[in-house]
């Protein structure tokens, strides 16, 4: 079975610093990584995806994620924190076969100004 | 715009008396998904169809239905909403062979 952890159900960051949002994941076989953003009362919108390709993936908002094999992880960076970034998000995983996700538990990020 | 799209986007029923939620999408999908999304919590899968055939999860309720009548429309039929019930609705579509889903707004239901 596959899963995914989020590590920190809450992170506060100040405008312009970095963004860090930790995912591992566990799968047996090789996976496809997701990075979702929800902003209050609203729909989940996909940041980005890994899929087998390159391991280093940029998606949109400034936001990228870096596959590491070695260390079942994908962990979502942006170099420069915005107020607007303030949301939840959530890590998700997919097998090779099927469309089902499971997601992470979120992580719920606070910019300050 | 292609999308996905989910009416009402807050709905108020009281306990017990049946309530249905509806999605639609204009991307043509053939696999649609309905997930629970109670506060803080990550979405919970309750049933998905890929084209007309129906996927329950295990631990989805009876009291949960669902009906597909076309490729565009997916509707969720909660029979006998109960105060544990309250949550946000969410709608998702995926193509086939495509990993990547895509959510409407979601539908916060209000149990009263």
């Known amino acids: 079975a596959q899963s995914v952890t989020q590590l920190g159900s809450h992170v506060s960051v100040s405008e312009g610093a970095l963004v860090l949002l930790r995912c591992n994941y566990s799968s047996s076989v090789p996976p496809y990584l997701f990075w979702y953003v929800q902003y209050p009362n609203q729909g989940l919108q996909l940041l980005l995806k890994?899929?087998?390709?390159?391991?280093l993936v940029k998606g949109i908002n400034g936001f990228e994620a870096e596959f590491k094999k070695s260390e079942t992880s994908f962990h979502l960076t942006k170099p420069s924190a915005h107020m607007s970034d303030a949301a939840e998000y959530f890590c998700a995983v997919s097998k090779a076969a099927g469309n089902k996700l499971t997601f992470g538990g979120g992580t719920r990020v606070l910019v300050k100004p | 715009d292609a999308m996905v799209i989910q009416n009402p986007r807050y709905q108020v029923t009281q306990f017990g008396k049946p309530v249905t939620l509806s999605c639609s999408q204009t991307?043509?999908?053939?696999?649609m998904y309905w997930y629970q999304q109670k506060s803080s919590q990550a979405p919970k899968l309750l049933f998905h169809?890929?084209?007309?055939?129906?996927?329950n999860e295990a631990d989805t309720p009876d009291n949960f239905q669902s009906r597909r009548p076309n490729t565009s429309f997916c509707f969720l039929d909660i029979r006998s909403p109960g105060l544990g019930d309250a949550a946000m609705y969410l709608c998702?579509?995926?193509?086939?062979?495509?990993?990547?889903?895509?959510f409407g707004p979601g539908t916060r239901l209000t149990v009263t």
């Open positions: 991307l043509n999908h053939n696999v």
């Open positions: 169809y890929y084209d007309k055939d129906f996927n």
């Open positions: 890994y899929t087998s390709a390159a391991t």
């Open positions: 998702a579509t995926s193509r086939q062979g495509a990993k990547e889903q895509y």
